[in-house]
């Protein structure tokens, strides 16, 4: 308790992977654009915890993130705690093309989102290229 009692008033962060398990001083930490910093294996965000980190990045996204999306920027399992934070109302799940987007639980926020998350999907879409004729029939007769 003392050395707690000594970190509070200089300011330290907890990691939020790892069960809180790392310590920084709050000076140390040179977060990312997108508010996070990693030393070896221990993962500190500007955010905090887990859960308001999972809140901060999918409420200020240009576009939201669907989890798979999120587990990979923050290196940890995301989908139960997604789950848990759209069931509090403290962000939305949004099912767009054949995934959940994650988005700011704030209206005109998410709207904005969706938005460009269509726009992408969309532009996404248009860049695939269709298999060629011969293997979608050959596909299609294996299937039959």
Known sequence: MTLW???RPIGYRTSYNENARYYTL??????DALGLWQ???ARFSRYGSLLETLVGLSSESEAGYDGRELSE???VRAGPELSRL???GRIRREKLGGCF????SDEKQRERQLGRREVEVRKAEE???W???ETMIAVLVEWV
Not at 26 to 31: G, K, M, Q, T, Y
Not at 101 to 104: A, G, N, Q
């Open 86 to 88: 759209s069931r509090l």
């Open 131 to 133: 298999p060629v004729p």
């Open 26 to 31: 709050a000076s140390i930490p040179v977060f």
């Open 5 to 7: 009692r000594a970190l």
């Open 127 to 129: 860049r695939a290229p």
């Open 73 to 75: 920027i923050l290196g």
């Open 39 to 41: 030393y070896r294996k």
């Open 101 to 104: 987007i994650y988005v700011s």
